[in-house]
């Protein structure tokens, strides 16, 4: 398996264990910290699968949600949103905004790798 | 008399204040007055037109008038803090 | 004989210990200290300026020509003194109800604050004053040269030029050092009043003691002293009355009108009480100062060799009997008349001419922008210390250009005539409503022109300027042109025919054109409030209609011409009386009013006005406004003018009311946030210490490094959720007054030194810190940990947040009634005024920008403050982010008594 992931998620210690779970799983994971440039780095990357936090510096993760479902190419990308914010307003904004998945921060490494596997139809 | 004796006090108060400021004022105008009189003392009488006389004569109207401002004032001040509170303000000030 | 050194010697220490005590008083006011600073006695003093040298020699020649004709020069002010009642009283209340700078600010601000009428007021006060200046100079001069002569063994005569030139450049630099210390008007000179105070004791004390020698000393007594007088040239009274009456009205319109007396009876006044005993006390002055000069006079006469200059005999009679010690005192009375009044006159002029000519057109250049962007204090300050140095040049100039011929009551009685072509103007203004500007203007330029013509060209003598067939022809050959008999009145004295043709026809003219021209909406509401100025002190009328107003603007420009201290504590009391928190206060007209005559202060109310209204947008007299001053009905006014206030009230409720509501409404945001964001806080952490605790548990072959950093992460993560959990408890138990403080007693400075290397704790933004560390030294008595607490906040507030190339945070301290205010101030962007009234809320950053901290750094200095019994509030209007901790009174004392 060689599937590509990106990671946007500006905490370093997420960005680490989360890169670890993955890497350890077979995936190529590249990774993303912060919002202003999130696209360019999405179509530049051009990734499997994306995993996009929700509180990012400079731009929400929901707005470069919309941005990516905008963007032609990018359309059918899976994307699984990440939140530290538990409120059930959160998930329908992320529904809303095209996100393929959504998980509640803090996660079991389990889990995520159970969600993104299924997400990539592995 | 005795059955009222507060406003007649009070009114009596306030009168002198007027008066007193009317004495302000007219200050000045008895000052013109005194030191004018010197100019009638003319040619008519030679030992009264002497400057001796007429310097001694207008020190000590200077004093006069020094003095009479003196007590003037200082009853103005008198008047204007005990001014009885409610009293209408009247054009006096002018 | 009296040496040359010794005099220059005693004269230079006289200086010095001048310039200490001006120092001194200016010292002790500014600490607060010194209430007799403030005393009518001093105040009294003061206005002996009116006795210049002119009086301390010229009065003994005068009366050495004319006999008893000098005491008009000082009969006309004991009038006006004893009738304070009528004038001056009214002036002084208008003086200081419309912070008043000069003569020409309160002929302007009385005219609708006309600037054109300023400038010609102020020229003609410049004209009129050059040559009284030039005449201090020059008797100061000649006085000097007098000693030199006396003096044989002094190698050559001092140059008089060069004599002038030294003591024109002391008085500039006194003048400025201590004249232009402030730049309000209104904020008293103490030093130069206290100065000119002493140098009023020291020539009467002079001139008493030249008096009491020659009765005493040379005559032999008093009745020895009366037939000297008697035996004298100047034996017979024989007046002529036109000139006994002239004589002593134009005295005592002087009186009223010499710029220089208007700076120390007006401006300089501290209490209007001050006049009830300057009404006596003045009189009882200037008789003392007339008593003797008549015996010197005369004895001076009949002693002195034929020819000897009689201006001098003050001077010259102890000099010629050997009295060395009496003639060096007779010196430094004349030479403390000539002084004062140069200084007095130089700050009063140079008022006038910074405020009425210098600024306005430094503000036409700017075209307006400077008004919120430029530095007008410092220009302001930079015109006037100019002004005062180039009213002294000019003096001095026309001291050399004039030679010093003159003898020296002429010059006076000139310039006394000059300046009385105000009183129409002046009395008009204070007393009849209908005087409007094109009337002052008119009736100014008349009585100059006449007074030019007849008599201050004339004044140079035929053929000097004014060729002699002009004397004999009249202008043009037009023989009711004479100067001299000006509409063929023939055999008149020329002064007496000069002042009462050019006040005569000053004053029809103003009278005239007031009648028949229309004056301008501002000038009668002026004309209002100075002609009622008892009825309304506290100020009705008012010409400001602030809707468009924006509060920030003015604060920043304010903050510019008075001073940021001054701007703070005017806009805070503003916002206070308005019942608002903060440093913004609604532009209501009141506010406005105040504001622009706090500024009228510094830079006269022509100038204030333009300012105020390019920021406004222009002053508004509504019809309503015109009402009432047109129309004498009260009803309609109060009415119309009700109506008017209670539509503004209105809207400013509504105003008001929906910034409470906006504020609420960010305010449930923020609490629907507030969960939202505890949620964030705690979930973070817990996903690192999760994911790394399950890697740590499921991961069979970890390296022992990797195991290392994981379990670091775990721990870091753990430490972070505690602080947070610190944090939240300790604002719940600041917010609930829970909390126990613990005093202690430390030195300010040592605490921000904590704070500074506790908040520094990163080094990714060297964040440079300007502190001054002798202020510092502050002894605080109260919580100190928590105080250290704020102070960490705030610097490392800074450090995050401040978005300069350069980041500078400039720490810095203020002393203002009795509390103690530490402003962090730093040079980033600062922070948005729609902002302003969230950032002490919990969870609140700036701009959504994403730093570490939770967001409720300033919530708890918030709490932490109102515990400890001070506040912490945002300044703004800074050149960035500017935090102000303000601690009370009983927490701040100073340090001396501290332990080393």
């Known amino acids: 398996m060689d599937k590509k992931v990106l990671l946007i998620e500006d905490e370093p210690n997420i960005i680490e264990a989360v890169s670890f779970i993955l890497s350890r799983d077979g995936w190529n994971v590249k990774t993303h910290s912060n919002g202003h440039d999130a696209l360019d780095a999405v179509r530049n990357r051009q990734p499997d699968l994306i995993i996009l936090d929700v509180m990012l510096p400079g731009k929400s993760g929901f707005d470069i949600l919309q941005e990516i479902r905008a963007d032609s190419e990018l359309t059918q990308t899976p994307v699984l949103m990440l939140t530290a914010r538990g409120q059930e307003k959160d998930r329908d904004m992320a529904e809303k905004a095209g996100a393929s998945r959504y998980m509640t921060k803090p996660f079991s490494n389990a889990e995520v790798l159970e969600v993104v596997r299924s997400m990539v139809g592995l | 008399m005795s059955a009222k004796p507060g406003p007649v006090f009070l009114e009596r108060r306030t009168y002198r204040r007027r008066r007193t400021a009317d004495a302000a004022r007219l200050l000045p105008f008895l000052g013109v007055v005194l030191i004018g009189v010197p100019l009638l003392w003319g040619d008519e009488s030679a030992e009264m037109a002497k400057t001796t006389r007429v310097m001694l004569y207008l020190f000590l109207v200077w004093v006069l008038l020094a003095g009479l401002s003196a007590i003037i004032s200082r009853n103005l001040d008198k008047g204007e803090d005990d001014a009885p509170p409610g009293e209408t303000p009247t054009r006096d000030d002018m | ?72 020069i000082y009969l006309g002010p004991t009038l006006v003194m004893v009738g304070w009642w009528w004038t001056l009283r009214k002036m002084v209340r208008v003086g200081r109800s419309q912070r008043i700078t000069s003569i020409a600010d309160l002929i302007s601000s009385r005219y609708g604050k006309s600037n054109t009428l300023a400038v010609f007021v102020t020229l003609l006060a410049v004209i009129g004053t050059t040559p009284y200046i030039a005449l201090q100079l020059q008797s100061v001069t000649l006085s000097f040269a007098t000693f030199a002569a006396s003096d044989p063994t002094a190698a ?289 330029g008349v009585g100059f022109l006449v007074w030019l013509y007849c008599l201050f060209l004339p004044s140079f003598g035929p053929s000097a300027i004014l060729p002699q067939d002009v004397f004999d022809n009249g202008l043009m050959g037009l023989n009711w042109l004479r100067p001299q008999a000006l509409f063929g009145a023939q055999g008149m004295d020329p002064l007496v025919h000069a002042v009462m043709w050019s006040m005569l026809l000053n004053t029809a003219v103003f009278v005239f054109v007031s009648l028949v021209t229309f004056p301008q909406p501002v000038e009668r509401l002026q004309g209002a409030q100075f002609v009622n100025v008892f009825e309304h002190s506290s100020g009705a009328a008012t010409g400001w209609s602030g809707h468009l107003a924006r509060s920030e603007d003015l604060m920043i420009m304010s903050q510019r011409i008075i001073g940021a201290r001054q701007a703070q504590a005017l806009f805070s009391g503003a916002a206070q009386r308005q019942g608002l928190a903060g440093y913004l206060p609604e532009p209501t007209p009141d506010f406005l009013q105040e504001l622009e005559r706090e500024l009228s202060g510094s830079v006269g109310a022509a100038t204030a006005h333009a300012m105020i209204s390019q920021i406004v947008g222009g002053a508004t007299v509504s019809v309503e406004d015109l009402m009432a001053v047109a129309d004498e009905t009260a009803q309609i006014m109060e009415y119309s003018s009700k109506l008017e206030a209670k539509t503004q009230e209105q809207e400013r409720t509504a105003r008001q009311l929906r910034a409470a509501n906006e504020k609420l409404t960010q305010i449930s945001v923020q609490k629907d946030a507030f969960l939202s964001q505890i949620s964030h806080e705690l979930r973070t952490p817990m996903t690192s210490i999760r994911a790394f605790s399950e890697i740590l548990r499921d991961t069979g072959e970890l390296r022992p490094a990797e195991q290392a950093k994981y379990v670091t992460i775990i721990h870091d993560e753990t430490i972070r959720l505690t602080r947070l959990l610190d944090d939240l408890l300790d604002l719940s138990v600041l917010e609930n007054g829970q909390v126990v403080l613990n005093v202690q007693t430390g030195r300010l400075g040592d605490l921000l030194d904590r704070a500074v290397s506790a908040a520094g704790g990163d080094d990714r933004a060297a964040l440079q810190i300007l502190r001054d560390r002798d202020d510092e030294d502050v002894m605080l008595t109260t919580d100190l940990d928590r105080l250290v607490q704020v102070f960490i906040n705030v610097i490392s507030n800074a450090r995050k947040y401040c978005d300069a190339a350069q980041p500078v945070l400039t720490i810095s301290l203020k002393r203002e009634e009795g509390s103690l205010m530490i402003d962090f101030i730093d040079n980033g962007s600062g922070i948005p005024t729609n902002q302003h009234s969230v950032i002490f809320e919990k969870f609140s950053r700036i701009g959504e920008i994403k730093a570490d901290g939770a967001g409720l750094g300033l919530a708890i200095c918030r709490e932490i403050m109102a515990r400890i019994g001070g506040e912490i509030t945002y300044l703004p209007g800074q050149s960035g982010a500017a935090f102000r901790v303000i601690l009370p009174e009983a927490i701040a004392s100073e340090a001396h008594a501290a332990p080393a």
């Open chain 3, 1 to 72: 004989m009296a040496t040359l050194n010794v005099l220059v010697l005693v004269c230079l220490l006289y200086v010095a210990f001048l310039f200490a005590v001006a120092f001194g008083a200016d010292r002790a006011a500014r600490r607060g200290r010194g209430t007799w600073l403030r005393s009518p006695i001093i105040y009294t003093l003061s206005l002996s300026i009116y006795c210049t040298a002119w009086t301390f020699y010229g009065a003994v020649g005068f009366a050495a020509r004319s006999g008893l004709e000098y005491v008009t």
């Open chain 3, 156 to 444: 050559e005569l001092p140059d008089q030029q060069s004599t002038a030139l030294w003591v024109a450049f002391g008085l500039a630099l006194f003048t400025i050092l201590f004249g232009t210390r402030n730049l309000d008007a209104n904020e008293r000179h103490h030093g130069v009043v206290m100065a000119i105070a002493l140098e009023a004791v020291v020539k009467l004390f002079a001139l008493l003691a030249v008096g009491v020698f020659v009765v005493w000393g040379l005559a032999g007594g008093v009745s020895e002293t009366l037939a000297r007088i008697d035996a004298s040239p100047i034996a017979d009274w024989n007046m002529t009355g036109s000139r006994w009456i002239g004589l002593t009205m134009l005295s005592a319109a002087a009186f009223m009108c010499l710029p220089r007396m208007f700076q120390v009876m007006v401006v300089e006044n501290e209490n209007e009480d001050h006049l009830r005993t300057a009404a006596w006390a003045f009189p009882g002055y200037l008789m003392l100062m007339s008593l003797f000069v008549i015996p010197i006079a005369a004895l001076g006469l009949q002693t002195l060799p034929e020819g000897a200059n009689p201006d001098l005999f003050v001077l010259t009679l102890p000099l010629q009997e050997g009295r060395d010690g009496l003639a060096i005192l007779s010196f430094i009375g004349g030479f403390s008349s000539a002084t004062s009044m140069v200084i007095v006159a130089a700050i009063a002029l140079s008022t006038m001419v910074s405020n009425h000519v210098v600024m306005p057109v430094w503000l036409w250049v700017t075209g307006g922008t400077a008004v919120v962007s430029g530095d007008v204090r410092n220009v302001a300050l930079l015109a006037r210390r100019m002004s005062i140095a180039g009213i002294v040049l000019l003096g001095y100039l026309y001291f050399r250009m004039s030679g010093g011929g003159t003898a020296l009551a002429a010059i006076g009685l000139v310039s006394f005539a000059g300046l009385a072509q105000f009183l129409p103007a002046l009395m008009g203004g204070l007393f009849w409503r209908a005087a409007n500007r094109t009337g002052a203007l008119a009736g100014l």
